[in-house]
């Protein structure tokens, strides 16, 4: 094989596990939830010890999983360029092992219903990386079979990886539907962006069709900002100048000049090579100091010709702005310590490659800018003790420590780097939407029995929701009485539109009938609607054959709810139910923090602290006619549900504070606004 086919197929191998790992670190940071999900009612067969041995021995073995994964993938790509597809390529035996174990045929149906699901979804993007695989390999076509990573592949490399595991076949169906939702359903996005990024790199005329001559392969047209120019430096200097005359005297104002020859580029930079290994504590006292001093200081220690030397002002100023962006960051209060621990270090090789390529602090799109962006931007409002947050900050982590060590210094890792955690945040993104996802995927399933039915699942949870404080046995009616109904008349929805609307509007009906009314309008409305009412429900009890002394009980129940809402005397007391409990004092200034929760607006962040530290989540939804709200933490996990009026007393007490915060990139923010 060619090398460079090969070097191209490696950086592929590289790029796909990078993609693969970062999928890979979301879904096992959500195993025990994930896997309760999948398992649906086999989940309310186990008790909750039971289920809790059986995730915590998942989570155990997913770190090992994983690593056999990727290792597995690995050695298909290495098996390709060596052409060596005999053995993987080799199809696993389904029907053998369906003859050991005749419940095999279980897993053998979801499996191939994933392989089924993925070709199907990802057809045009597959085809095209089976092209482009064909291409480097010198060959006109081939066939997804030998392509290391297409889903039959990944499957069956993912069955060889579970054949240890100690479950039983339920449980292995919903691992792999685990690993289709978090990891399989991304490879449509995993294959186009291979194809967008390497396929660039091939010959003119790389991709052979039928009769060897195929479209030539040219890579889209970039349009690129004008590059910044020398008084573009210029300006950026003097802005960092005018901010050193505002802040006079610090310890960013100018060195004395004393006319000496300065340093070199190269002598600076192995300077600073030297005080990035010799950092081992990183206190905030220490780490808000600009590193001019102590990098002149090092220098004149490895000084040994005599002379003295001294920092040039370009270089000076390049030192003072990126000590300047981190020296805020360390004050940032909307970060992690360990984030903030993790991201300060970095100073110095961004020093570095800014001190070869000054431009670097003036473009917002350089790979430099950008990554710090992204780390800070990541790491905001990230709760340290989390999984899923813990997982962030050992990603940024692992950035850090990579930038940090001799390749950190030159300007190739740091796009390297930036790319990598671009595919990370893609998966926390996809993540985040996926908790969303499963957050009503989980309401759903609390209606019992469910319909299967997501129209009608989602219209029984919207209703509970918005009236939250339905009197119970009515509430327990629309879920599984109710819902039933529905879905009877669903199936004859288009043959018969009316009675599927009679029944819908017999739901609001009935939630509207056991309200108190809020005047004598309403209570009129009322009257004339409980004959209507009571015969529609007896006739949608009738359609799904309801159990005779429940349907009495039922309406014995409701009648005397009814009784209650047209006494005046009863609808009185009950009309317009104040926020706060009778036996609550409200002062003045609990009144206003009831007001300033009333009053924030949905994706709010707040700060909350307590004895195990300082924790932050967003508002998600706020009910007033329940008075109830909603948080959640940065990447959609509920981290607290309650009252306004607790809520007001945390922020009224001090444990709670609403977070304000610039939402601009960081270096943007400090490059455009801290220096005027």
Same mark, same amino acid.
């Given at each position: 094989?060619?090398?460079?086919?090969?070097?191209?197929?490696?950086?592929?191998?590289?790029?796909?596990?990078?993609?693969?790992?970062?999928?890979?670190?979301?879904?096992?940071?959500?195993?025990?939830?994930?896997?309760?999900?999948?398992?649906?009612?086999?989940?309310?067969?186990?008790?909750?010890?039971?289920?809790?041995?059986?995730?915590?021995?998942?989570?155990?073995?997913?770190?090992?999983?994983?690593?056999?994964?990727?290792?597995?993938?690995?050695?298909?790509?290495?098996?390709?360029?060596?052409?060596?597809?005999?053995?993987?390529?080799?199809?696993?035996?389904?029907?053998?092992?369906?003859?050991?174990?005749?419940?095999?045929?279980?897993?053998?149906?979801?499996?191939?219903?994933?392989?089924?699901?993925?070709?199907?979804?990802?057809?045009?993007?597959?085809?095209?990386?089976?092209?482009?695989?064909?291409?480097?390999?010198?060959?006109?076509?081939?066939?997804?079979?030998?392509?290391?990573?297409?889903?039959?592949?990944?499957?069956?490399?993912?069955?060889?990886?579970?054949?240890?595991?100690?479950?039983?076949?339920?449980?292995?169906?919903?691992?792999?539907?685990?690993?289709?939702?978090?990891?399989?359903?991304?490879?449509?996005?995993?294959?186009?962006?291979?194809?967008?990024?390497?396929?660039?790199? =091939?010959?003119?005329?790389?991709?052979?069709?039928?009769?060897?001559?195929?479209?030539?392969?040219?890579?889209?047209?970039?349009?690129?900002?004008?590059?910044?120019?020398?008084?573009?430096?210029?300006?950026?200097?003097?802005?960092?100048?005018?901010?050193?005359?505002?802040?006079?005297?610090?310890?960013?104002?100018?060195?004395?000049?004393?006319?000496?020859?300065?340093?070199?580029?190269?002598?600076?930079?192995?300077?600073?090579?030297?005080?990035?290994?010799?950092?081992?504590?990183?206190?905030?006292?220490?780490?808000?100091?600009?590193?001019?001093?102590?990098?002149?200081?090092?220098?004149?220690?490895?000084?040994?010709?005599?002379?003295?030397?001294?920092?040039?002002?370009?270089?000076?100023?390049?030192?003072?702005?990126?000590?300047?962006?981190?020296?805020?960051?360390?004050?940032?209060?909307?970060?992690?310590?360990?984030?903030?621990?993790?991201?300060?270090?970095?100073?110095?090789?961004?020093?570095?490659?800014?001190?070869?390529?000054?431009?670097? =602090?003036?473009?917002?799109?350089?790979?430099?800018?950008?990554?710090?962006?992204?780390?800070?931007?990541?790491?905001?409002?990230?709760?340290?003790?989390?999984?899923?947050?813990?997982?962030?900050?050992?990603?940024?982590?692992?950035?850090?420590?990579?930038?940090?060590?001799?390749?950190?210094?030159?300007?190739?890792?740091?796009?390297?780097?930036?790319?990598?955690?671009?595919?990370?945040?893609?998966?926390?993104?996809?993540?985040?939407?996926?908790?969303?996802?499963?957050?009503?995927?989980?309401? =759903?399933?609390?209606?019992?029995?469910?319909?299967?039915?997501?129209?009608?699942?989602?219209?029984?949870?919207?209703?509970?929701?918005?009236?939250?404080?339905?009197?119970?046995?009515?509430?327990? #009616?629309?879920q599984d009485a109710w819902a039933q109904v529905l879905l009877k008349t669903f199936v004859k929805k288009?043959?018969?539109?009316?009675?599927?609307?009679?029944?819908?509007?017999?739901?609001?009906?009935?939630?509207?009938?056991?309200?108190?009314?809020?005047?004598?309008?309403?209570?009129?409305?009322?009257?004339?609607?409980?004959?209507?009412?009571?015969?529609?429900?007896?006739?949608?009890?009738?359609?799904?054959?309801?159990?005779?002394?429940?349907?009495?009980?039922?309406?014995?129940?409701?009648?005397?709810?009814?009784?209650?809402?047209?006494?005046?005397?009863?609808?009185?007391?009950?009309?317009?139910?104040?926020?706060?409990?009778?036996?609550?004092?409200?002062?003045?200034? =609990?009144?206003?923090?009831?007001?300033?929760?009333?009053?924030?607006?949905?994706?709010?962040?707040?700060?909350?602290?307590?004895?195990?530290?300082?924790?932050?989540?967003?508002?998600?939804?706020?009910?007033?006619?329940?008075?109830?709200?909603?948080?959640?933490?940065?990447?959609?996990?509920?981290?607290?549900?309650?009252?306004?009026?607790?809520?007001?007393?945390?922020?009224?007490?001090?444990?709670?504070?609403?977070?304000? #915060?610039?939402?601009?990139?960081?270096?943007?923010?400090?490059?455009?606004?801290?220096?005027?």
């Amino acid at each position: 094989m060619d090398i460079i086919n090969s070097a191209q197929i490696n950086q592929i191998k590289t790029t796909f596990n990078q993609y693969i790992a970062a999928y890979l670190d979301g879904c096992t940071a959500r195993i025990s939830f994930e896997f309760g999900l999948q398992l649906g009612k086999e989940r309310d067969r186990l008790t909750n010890d039971q289920y809790k041995k059986l995730a915590d021995y998942l989570r155990a073995a997913m770190p090992d999983l994983r690593q056999q994964y990727l290792q597995r993938i690995e050695l298909a790509f290495d098996e390709l360029q060596h052409q060596a597809t005999n053995q993987s390529s080799a199809p696993v035996q389904w029907y053998t092992a369906k003859l050991l174990d005749d419940e095999f045929v279980k897993e053998d149906y979801a499996v191939s219903q994933i392989i089924r699901h993925c070709d199907h979804n990802f057809l045009d993007e597959l085809s095209q990386f089976n092209q482009l695989l064909a291409t480097l390999l010198g060959k006109q076509v081939i066939p997804s079979k030998q392509n290391p990573v297409s889903p039959e592949n990944l499957l069956r490399s993912l069955f060889e990886v579970f054949k240890p595991l100690k479950l039983k076949t339920e449980y292995r169906v919903a691992l792999d539907n685990v690993f289709y939702s978090n990891v399989f359903s991304q490879l449509g996005f995993i294959y186009q962006e291979l194809c967008n990024n390497y396929s660039p790199q =091939l010959p003119s005329t790389a991709i052979p069709g039928p009769n060897n001559r195929g479209p030539e392969i040219k890579p889209e047209p970039v349009v690129n900002e004008p590059l910044p120019t020398n008084e573009d430096i210029e300006a950026l200097q003097k802005k960092l100048q005018r901010w050193r005359n505002e802040h006079s005297p610090s310890d960013f104002d100018l060195l004395k000049d004393d006319g000496n020859s300065p340093y070199e580029q190269l002598e600076l930079i192995n300077g600073l090579q030297v005080l990035s290994y010799a950092s081992t504590s990183h206190s905030k006292t220490e780490l808000n100091l600009p590193i001019k001093l102590r990098l002149l200081s090092k220098l004149e220690a490895l000084n040994f010709s005599g002379k003295v030397r001294q920092l040039g002002r370009l270089e000076e100023d390049i030192i003072d702005i990126v000590t300047l962006i981190f020296a805020h960051i360390l004050q940032e209060n909307t970060l992690p310590n360990p984030a903030i621990q993790a991201i300060i270090p970095l100073q110095m090789p961004m020093i570095a490659v800014a001190l070869v390529q000054p431009t670097l =602090l003036i473009q917002p799109q350089s790979p430099v800018r950008q990554l710090l962006d992204k780390l800070v931007a990541t790491a905001r409002f990230i709760n340290e003790d989390s999984a899923n947050g813990q997982a962030v900050i050992e990603q940024i982590k692992k950035v850090a420590s990579k930038l940090t060590s001799d390749s950190g210094f030159e300007l190739s890792e740091w796009i390297a780097s930036e790319r990598a955690f671009s595919v990370f945040l893609n998966a926390q993104e996809q993540l985040a939407l996926r908790t969303i996802s499963d957050d009503l995927q989980l309401k =759903l399933q609390a209606v019992n029995p469910p319909t299967l039915n997501p129209e009608i699942d989602t219209i029984i949870v919207n209703t509970l929701h918005r009236h939250s404080s339905l009197p119970l046995f009515i509430h327990d #009616f629309i879920q599984d009485a109710w819902a039933q109904v529905l879905l009877k008349t669903f199936v004859k929805k288009q043959e018969l539109p009316h009675l599927w609307q009679k029944y819908l509007q017999t739901l609001d009906d009935l939630v509207f009938s056991v309200q108190p009314p809020e005047n004598e309008q309403s209570r009129q409305r009322l009257l004339n609607l409980l004959p209507s009412l009571i015969k529609a429900l007896r006739h949608g009890l009738k359609l799904i054959d309801y159990d005779k002394e429940d349907r009495s009980k039922f309406f014995k129940e409701l009648a005397v709810l009814h009784v209650l809402a047209l006494d005046k005397k009863e609808s009185a007391a009950k009309a317009s139910p104040p926020p706060v409990k009778s036996t609550t004092t409200v002062t003045a200034d =609990l009144q206003h923090c009831i007001e300033t929760v009333q009053n924030l607006p949905e994706n709010s962040w707040l700060s909350f602290n307590s004895d195990s530290g300082r924790h932050w989540a967003k508002l998600s939804s706020k009910d007033l006619d329940s008075q109830n709200v909603l948080f959640v933490d940065k990447l959609g996990e509920k981290f607290l549900e309650c009252e306004i009026i607790d809520l007001a007393r945390q922020l009224l007490s001090g444990q709670a504070s609403v977070v304000a #915060f610039n939402t601009q990139p960081i270096t943007e923010y400090i490059l455009e606004n801290v220096l005027p």
